[in-house]
């Protein structure tokens, strides 16, 4: 079965893609974030900023371990295995849009679609490194479609809309998402054309 996603954003997307680009010996570490700050996104052959399937997958994935909803008629089973190997999102990386638009990285500007945050040089929330202000990307009003198709017939479109939104909710995309206790990347679904909404309760119990 396939189905035809949108997501549409509720709060900003912010990813954090690692660098590759290294600091200049001669550049302070602010001179060196206004500098790079943009590779911090994926982008496709065309420039345009996407979202990584291989992170979408992820997120229903986790989703699937957090609701840890049981599958019909199987006991105690839930559906996290199955959608860690029964899900496929399909084609290349989906396009990020805002307005209908696609935004290319020649078009993205400090002071519409970057945010400073003062946080551990390394990444890390250990505390061993220090803090320094970091420039991150960070795309308002945006929204994404794909086409993610399911091989076991027991994720049905019900099922699958479900944990769609579910992932909207508690885990979200990119940087400071829920899933990590932030805010950023929450979404609302539609399948199909259609605006999905779900009740939730007793969640985050896991496989």
């Given amino acids: 079965m396939k189905l035809k996603v949108k997501?549409?954003?509720?709060?900003?997307?912010?990813?954090?893609?690692?660098?590759?680009?290294?600091?200049?010996?001669?550049?302070?570490?602010?001179?060196?974030?206004?500098?790079?700050?943009?590779?911090?996104?994926?982008?496709?052959?065309?420039?345009?900023?996407v979202m990584p399937i291989f992170?979408?997958?992820?997120?229903?994935?986790?989703?699937?371990?957090?609701?840890?909803?049981?599958?019909?008629g199987a006991g105690n089973k839930t559906y996290a295995k199955l959608f860690r190997a029964g899900v496929i999102i399909q084609g290349e990386n989906p396009v990020v849009k805002v307005g209908g638009k696609s935004l290319k990285k020649?078009?993205?500007k400090v002071e519409n679609n970057a945010?400073?945050?003062?946080?551990?040089?390394?990444?890390?929330r250990d505390g061993k490194a220090g803090r320094v202000y970091r420039l991150f990307p960070k795309v308002e009003n945006w929204e994404t479609e794909f086409e993610l198709e399911a091989i076991d017939p027991r994720l049905t479109e019900e099922v699958l809309a479900r944990h769609l939104v579910a992932a909207g909710l508690?885990?979200?995309?990119?940087?400071?998402?829920?899933?990590n206790g932030g805010h950023l990347g929450r979404f609302e679904v539609m399948v199909n054309g259609k605006k999905q909404t779900s009740e939730f309760s007793d969640v985050g119990d896991g496989e």
């Avoid at 200049?24 to 496709?44: G, I, L, M």
């Avoid at 992170?55 to 609701?67: E, I, Q």
């Avoid at 945010?115 to 890390?124: A, I, L």
């Fill in 170 to 179: 508690f885990n979200g995309m990119g940087r400071f998402r829920p899933q």
């Fill in 115 to 124: 945010e400073w945050v003062y946080c551990h040089s390394d990444g890390k």
């Fill in 106 to 108: 020649t078009d993205m």
């Fill in 7 to 49: 997501l549409v954003g509720t709060s900003p997307y912010s990813p954090s893609k690692a660098l590759v680009t290294e600091k200049q010996s001669n550049e302070d570490y602010t001179a060196y974030e206004q500098r790079v700050w943009p590779e911090k996104a994926h982008y496709n052959g065309k420039g345009e900023l």
């Fill in 55 to 72: 992170g979408l997958k992820a997120m229903l994935d986790s989703t699937a371990s957090f609701l840890g909803e049981k599958i019909k």
